[in-house]
Nanobody, 122 residues
Framework: QVQLVESGGGSVQSGGSLRLSCAASEYTYCTISVTWYRQAPGKEREFVSDTVVSSGDTNYADSVKGRFTISQDKDKNTVYLQMNSLKPEDTAMYYC??????WGSGTCGNYWGQGTQVTVST
Protein backbone atom coordinates (compact mmCIF):
# COMPACT_ATOMS: atom_id res chain seq x y z
CA GLN A 1 0.00 0.00 0.00
CA VAL A 2 1.04 3.60 -0.47
CA GLN A 3 3.34 5.20 2.08
CA LEU A 4 3.21 8.95 2.63
CA VAL A 5 5.93 11.15 4.05
CA GLU A 6 5.14 14.73 4.95
CA SER A 7 7.81 17.30 5.65
CA GLY A 8 8.44 21.01 5.74
CA GLY A 9 6.68 22.02 8.91
CA GLY A 10 8.23 24.27 11.48
CA SER A 11 7.90 27.40 13.54
CA VAL A 12 7.67 30.80 11.89
CA GLN A 13 6.56 34.27 12.80
CA SER A 14 3.35 35.80 11.54
CA GLY A 15 3.76 36.80 7.90
CA GLY A 16 6.34 34.11 7.25
CA SER A 17 6.29 31.25 4.77
CA LEU A 18 6.69 27.50 4.77
CA ARG A 19 6.49 24.84 2.07
CA LEU A 20 5.07 21.49 3.00
CA SER A 21 5.74 18.35 0.98
CA CYS A 22 3.74 15.15 0.72
CA ALA A 23 5.71 12.39 -0.98
CA ALA A 24 3.89 9.20 -1.93
CA SER A 25 5.65 5.90 -2.50
CA GLU A 26 3.39 5.24 -5.48
CA TYR A 27 0.51 6.56 -7.48
CA THR A 28 -2.03 4.09 -8.80
CA TYR A 29 -5.41 4.27 -10.49
CA CYS A 30 -6.77 4.92 -7.00
CA THR A 31 -4.87 8.20 -6.74
CA ILE A 32 -7.38 10.70 -8.08
CA SER A 33 -6.42 13.64 -5.93
CA VAL A 34 -4.14 14.64 -3.09
CA THR A 35 -5.65 16.61 -0.24
CA TRP A 36 -4.17 18.64 2.59
CA TYR A 37 -6.02 18.85 5.89
CA ARG A 38 -5.09 20.47 9.17
CA GLN A 39 -6.09 20.00 12.75
CA ALA A 40 -5.52 22.50 15.52
CA PRO A 41 -5.61 21.46 19.18
CA GLY A 42 -9.17 21.00 20.36
CA LYS A 43 -10.61 21.44 16.88
CA GLU A 44 -11.83 19.12 14.18
CA ARG A 45 -9.70 18.29 11.18
CA GLU A 46 -10.48 20.67 8.34
CA PHE A 47 -9.93 20.77 4.61
CA VAL A 48 -7.17 23.06 3.40
CA SER A 49 -6.57 22.35 -0.27
CA ASP A 50 -6.54 19.63 -2.88
CA THR A 51 -5.32 18.98 -6.37
CA VAL A 52 -6.43 16.53 -9.02
CA VAL A 53 -3.42 14.49 -10.07
CA SER A 54 -4.36 14.13 -13.73
CA SER A 55 -5.48 17.68 -14.47
CA GLY A 56 -3.80 19.80 -11.83
CA ASP A 57 -7.13 21.36 -10.88
CA THR A 58 -7.03 22.84 -7.41
CA ASN A 59 -9.37 23.84 -4.60
CA TYR A 60 -8.78 25.88 -1.48
CA ALA A 61 -10.54 26.60 1.76
CA ASP A 62 -11.69 30.19 1.95
CA SER A 63 -9.42 30.77 4.92
CA VAL A 64 -6.27 30.11 2.86
CA LYS A 65 -7.23 31.40 -0.59
CA GLY A 66 -4.70 33.85 -1.91
CA ARG A 67 -2.09 32.78 0.64
CA PHE A 68 -1.56 29.06 0.02
CA THR A 69 -0.69 27.40 -3.27
CA ILE A 70 -0.83 23.69 -3.94
CA SER A 71 1.29 22.17 -6.69
CA GLN A 72 2.62 18.81 -7.72
CA ASP A 73 5.60 17.08 -9.25
CA LYS A 74 4.16 13.93 -10.77
CA ASP A 75 7.61 12.57 -11.60
CA LYS A 76 8.30 12.50 -7.87
CA ASN A 77 4.76 11.60 -6.73
CA THR A 78 4.98 14.67 -4.55
CA VAL A 79 2.52 17.43 -3.76
CA TYR A 80 3.58 20.71 -2.24
CA LEU A 81 1.72 23.28 -0.20
CA GLN A 82 3.35 26.68 -0.34
CA MET A 83 2.08 28.72 2.58
CA ASN A 84 2.68 32.46 2.55
CA SER A 85 1.52 35.28 4.82
CA LEU A 86 1.08 32.80 7.63
CA LYS A 87 -1.13 33.74 10.54
CA PRO A 88 -1.28 32.40 14.09
CA GLU A 89 -4.60 30.77 13.23
CA ASP A 90 -2.78 28.61 10.67
CA THR A 91 -1.09 26.83 13.56
CA ALA A 92 -2.02 23.15 13.30
CA MET A 93 -0.83 19.70 12.41
CA TYR A 94 -1.01 19.36 8.65
CA TYR A 95 -1.84 16.03 7.03
CA CYS A 96 -2.01 14.86 3.46
CA UNK A 97 -4.39 12.22 2.19
CA UNK A 98 -4.25 10.24 -1.01
CA UNK A 99 -6.22 7.44 -2.58
CA UNK A 100 -4.19 4.27 -2.61
CA UNK A 101 -4.42 0.66 -3.68
CA UNK A 102 -4.51 -2.20 -1.21
CA TRP A 103 -2.55 -4.69 -3.28
CA GLY A 104 -3.87 -7.58 -1.22
CA SER A 105 -7.57 -6.93 -1.71
CA GLY A 106 -7.36 -4.90 -4.89
CA THR A 107 -9.53 -2.19 -3.41
CA CYS A 108 -8.95 1.52 -3.15
CA GLY A 109 -8.83 3.35 0.12
CA ASN A 110 -7.72 6.62 1.69
CA TYR A 111 -4.26 6.80 3.19
CA TRP A 112 -2.94 9.49 5.52
CA GLY A 113 0.51 10.76 6.29
CA GLN A 114 1.87 11.11 9.80
CA GLY A 115 1.44 14.87 9.84
CA THR A 116 3.80 17.80 10.04
CA GLN A 117 3.45 20.54 12.65
CA VAL A 118 3.14 24.18 11.65
CA THR A 119 3.38 26.79 14.38
CA VAL A 120 2.94 30.49 13.66
CA SER A 121 3.74 32.97 16.39
CA THR A 122 2.83 36.64 16.65
Amino acid sequence: QVQLVESGGGSVQSGGSLRLSCAASEYTYCTISVTWYRQAPGKEREFVSDTVVSSGDTNYADSVKGRFTISQDKDKNTVYLQMNSLKPEDTAMYYCKVGGLDWGSGTCGNYWGQGTQVTVST
